[in-house]
């Protein structure tokens, strides 16, 4: 199986603030990674899919970037709803797997 | 607006069974291939197992192979998950999800439900 390493697993951030979520993968994954958030208590959301794709619905401050095995969920300017956990995913060999989760929160 | 809400979890012993339900809404269910995706307390997200539109076809991981069962009932637009020979190691939140394919290869999730709690414990 594919091991996606995510990092940080904890980020502390204020309001405004530019930030990157990383995640690295065992091999190459030809661009067929995903971004989810999740709140306390709620479902995961979709947020980026395939590598640099916006769902739809989701603010045009979050963007994806990467290849090969090297990938990154930038937020531009960081609003009050946007604390929470975050989850890369590749779907490029199954089984499908995730990476650990990188926590934001409000510094 | 689509909607997944799943049913069902609840506390049981090792070794027993449990099935899980979604009731999907708000999509045409019969287009989509549907999983189910956990998440152990304080852990990650773990895929568990998808089905095609038409059931054909069913995908798991090794870790729940042979144990867990998916199906579908597009009649009734619901999705389940039996659950058998549970172990203390799949206590976790189950989501139901909605799965994009590349072709009739799975991708991601697209859409997810809230999730229901199963816990496996004498």
């Known amino acids: 199986d594919i091991q996606m390493t995510q990092s940080p697993s904890l980020l502390s951030a204020s309001v405004g603030d530019r930030v990157t979520i990383n995640c690295k993968a065992s091999q190459n994954i030809n661009k067929y990674l995903n971004w989810y958030q999740q709140k306390l208590g709620e479902a995961p959301k979709l947020l980026i899919y395939?590598?640099?794709n916006l769902q739809t619905g989701i603010p045009s401050r979050f963007s994806g970037s990467g290849s090969g095995t090297d990938y990154t969920l930038t937020i531009s300017s960081l609003q009050p709803e946007d604390f929470g956990t975050y989850f890369c995913?590749?779907?490029?060999?199954?089984?499908?797997?995730f990476g650990a989760g990188t926590k934001l929160e409000l510094k | 607006e689509v909607q997944l809400v799943e049913s069902g979890g609840g506390l049981v012993q090792p070794g027993r069974s449990l099935k899980l339900s979604c009731a999907a809404s708000?999509?045409?269910?019969?287009?989509?291939?549907m999983a189910w995706v956990r998440q152990a307390p304080k852990k990650g997200l773990e895929w568990v197992a998808t089905i095609s539109t038409s059931g054909s076809r069913t995908y798991y991981p090794d870790s729940v192979k042979g144990r867990f069962t998916i199906s579908r009932d597009n009649a009734k637009s619901s999705l389940y998950l039996q659950m058998n020979s549970l172990k203390s190691e799949d206590t976790a939140t189950y989501y139901c999800?909605?799965?994009?394919?590349?072709?009739?290869?799975?991708?991601?999730?697209?859409?997810w439900g809230q999730g229901v709690m199963v816990t496996v414990s004498s």
């Open positions: 395939n590598t640099n």
């Open positions: 999800a909605r799965q994009r394919t590349m072709g009739i290869t799975p991708s991601y999730f697209d859409y």
């Open positions: 708000g999509f045409t269910f019969s287009n989509y291939y």
């Open positions: 995913f590749q779907h490029n060999s199954w089984p499908g797997t």
